[in-house]
Nanobody
């Protein structure tokens, strides 16, 4: 099992910044990939940013140039630096660990952290 704990959400004014953190514990495999998703009220959960199994990064078009994902492998941690925040970024942000094992996909999720962008 994998446990994920997020932190760093909160209320910020438009144009402001926040940094989200996620630490994973449990049975982490070296080939697991980590990323961030978000879910706004009444909408489906969507990808924000993630590391691929090739070590590159994927970003949603809506956050490119504003958000940066980073990681610390020694700590099993992933971070999301969010700059130039907009009201449309308001959502619950979830940390994700994705695992492929014997051709099956597994996803582990944190409890989520609320990000509210409002004046």
């Amino acid at each position: 099992q994998v446990q994920l704990v997020e932190s760093g959400g909160g209320l910020v004014q438009p144009g402001g910044s926040l940094r989200l953190s996620c630490v994973a514990s449990g049975s982490i495999n070296s080939r697991d990939t980590m990323g961030w998703y978000r879910q706004a009220p009444g909408k489906q959960r969507e990808l924000v940013a993630r590391f691929t199994d090739g070590g590159t990064t994927d970003y949603a078009d809506s956050v490119k140039g504003r958000f940066t994902i980073s990681r610390d492998n020694a700590k099993n941690a992933v971070y999301l630096q969010m700059n130039s925040l907009k009201p449309d970024d308001t959502a619950v942000y979830y940390c994700n660990v994705h695992r492929v094992l014997l051709l099956f996909d597994y996803d582990y999720w944190g409890q989520g952290t609320q990000v509210t962008v409002s004046s």
